[in-house]
């Protein structure tokens, strides 16, 4: 071996040596915090709280409701309430068909829930998005599956909404659960600019 390739290899050496200490060196926060989100369920049952900015008539609303989220294949079953109780809507969502009800009124039905929330509500709620959102995934704007971390967390959506996934339930659990998602979306020529905040209620 020649006098000038033995210095490169020693110094190879001393790298790969480096590089093998500092992953012993790791602490196990460091490794599980980029752990990916927990599966996604087709069959999930959890509540939380929303609090949506919105615009009516030009003017800046504020709601905050809670809500409880059922959802099984083929079916989501959603319950918003003041935080004192009172019902605001109860909303069932089936594939081509949402059904809307709020107290004291008869039933009213759309083709998708966006239209029929923001008819009836005065602010739309992507029930389609929030399906996977609650979970940690959505469709990012290339088209492709995003499933979100405490390291990965934030994505634009395919169709517009700019989401962080702000706090987790345990940032060191193997599989992590979202707690709090923020999501925003500016104003189209079809809808107006909203901001939905989501905080999740631990899960067991």
Same mark, same amino acid.
């Given at each position: 071996m020649s006098m000038t390739l033995r210095p490169?290899?020693?110094?190879?050496?001393?790298?790969?040596? #480096?590089?093998?200490?500092?992953?012993?060196?790791? $602490?196990?926060?460091?490794? $599980?915090?980029?752990?990916?989100?927990?599966?996604?369920? +087709?069959?999930?049952?959890?509540?939380? *709280?929303?609090?949506?900015?919105?615009?009516?008539?030009?003017?800046? +609303? $504020?709601?905050?409701?809670?809500f409880a989220w059922a959802q099984v294949p083929g079916r989501i079953d959603l319950d918003l309430a003041t935080p004192l109780g009172q019902t605001v809507a109860r909303i069932s969502v089936t594939p081509g068909s949402a059904t809307l009800t709020q107290a004291n009124q008869a039933p009213r039905a759309?083709?998708?829930?966006?239209?029929?929330?923001?008819?009836?509500?005065?602010?739309?709620?992507?029930? #389609?998005?929030? *399906?996977?959102?609650?979970?940690?995934? #959505? $469709?990012?704007?290339?088209?492709? *599956?995003? #499933?979100?971390?405490?390291?990965?967390?934030?994505?634009?959506?395919?169709?517009?909404?700019?989401?962080?996934f702000v706090s987790w339930q345990d940032p060191d659990a193997a599989r992590p659960v979202p707690r709090r998602i923020d999501a925003e979306r500016s104003a189209t020529a079809s809808a107006d600019a909203l901001a939905i905040r989501i905080v999740l209620d631990p899960q067991p």
């Open positions: 490169r290899i020693q110094t190879l050496s001393t790298l790969a040596c #480096a590089g093998l200490l500092l992953a012993a060196c790791a $602490t196990p926060g460091s490794y $599980t915090s980029q752990a990916k989100v927990a599966p996604y369920r +087709e069959t999930i049952d959890l509540g939380g *709280r929303l609090s949506v900015n919105y615009q009516k008539d030009g003017n800046p +609303e $504020t709601i905050s409701v809670k759309a083709a998708d829930i966006d239209s029929l929330t923001r008819q009836t509500l005065g602010w739309s709620l992507p029930v #389609a998005g929030l *399906r996977d959102w609650v979970q940690g995934y #959505a $469709t990012d704007a290339s088209g492709a *599956r995003f #499933a979100a971390s405490p390291v990965r967390h934030s994505v634009t959506t395919d169709d517009g909404w700019r989401l962080r």
